[in-house]
């Protein structure tokens, strides 16, 4: 199937200094390729990959499960790691949940992690019928586009497949046992109105973590998909100060030069 326009991946060749973008469930690149060309035009090298069975239709997406997005962001980073001397990992929802995976199981490669309204768990009594559902419905209504900023619209599915949903669920588990690997400096940005993950989320996350060097930060301004709201230049804006502390050569880098849609 061919990819919906604006949810290609997207790569930039910059400096030494990496960072990996992972997007959110049923989402799709476009919700972070702002972020992504704002950290590109400092200089430093970018990769935003495209998960299996997103940024199509949502029956593609019924027959992928965690371990195929789990991987995709894998390769990334190991490719990004042959390129650069310094690499962090970012993430928006489930994108969050997979870059703090990768942390836990990269240890000292990553060098530190960004996560913006980080996704836990699946919530509600619905999660706990999920394993059942799933064989005799097919989707629920969809999550995308939790924006307050009028106008703004994220690229992704207006259906949640099932099957998904599910791997998802045992997904955020496994991320969970995980946290307390995670030892790098957390830089975490949550939204109080959040329509799709609940602010308890993202303090399980800051209470399982092993991290020292931690910021928490909030975006009054925006809801779930805060990458495309109000608030977007302000995580923009703190994320490159955050890399920029811990790879003080940033802003160093040759221009390079970017592929994507």
């Not at 199937?1 to 997207?10: I, K, N, R, S, T």
């Not at 990768?102 to 913006?116: N, Q």
């Not at 629920?140 to 900023?149: E, V």
């Not at 020292?212 to 923009?236: G, K, P």
Request: negative net charge.
């Amino acid at each position: 199937m061919p990819v919906l326009p604006g949810a290609e991946p997207y790569r930039h060749e910059g400096g030494e200094v990496g960072v990996l973008l992972c997007h959110g469930f049923t989402g799709s690149p476009q919700s972070l390729r702002p972020w992504a060309e704002f950290l590109a035009a400092r200089g430093l090298t970018v990769t935003l990959p495209l998960l299996p069975g997103h940024g199509t239709r949502w029956e593609d997406m019924q027959l992928t499960g965690w371990q195929d997005w789990y991987a995709e962001v894998d390769r990334e980073l190991r490719a990004l790691r042959e390129r650069c001397a310094t690499v962090f990992v970012a993430g928006l929802s489930m994108g969050g949940a997979l870059a703090l995976r990768l942390a836990a199981r990269h240890g000292d490669a990553i060098s530190g992690v960004v996560v913006v309204n980080p996704a836990n768990k699946v919530h509600g009594l619905s999660a706990y019928a999920l394993p059942v559902a799933r064989h005799l419905v097919r989707t629920t209504r969809g999550i995308a586009s939790d924006i307050a900023k009028p106008g703004s619209v994220e690229i992704g599915y207006d259906r949640v497949p099932l099957h998904a949903a599910h791997s998802l669920r045992n997904f955020f588990r496994v991320v969970d046992r995980e946290l307390p690997r995670v030892t790098q400096p957390l830089l975490l940005l949550h939204s109080p109105q959040d329509h799709v993950v609940p602010p308890a989320d993202s303090a399980r996350i800051l209470s399982r973590v092993s991290s020292t060097d931690v910021t928490e930060l909030l975006l009054e301004q925006s809801y779930h998909v805060a990458t495309l709201d109000h608030d977007a230049d302000r995580i923009f804006e703190e994320s490159l100060a955050f890399i920029g502390r811990l790879a003080p050569s940033v802003g160093a880098g040759k221009e390079g030069t970017a592929t994507g849609g």
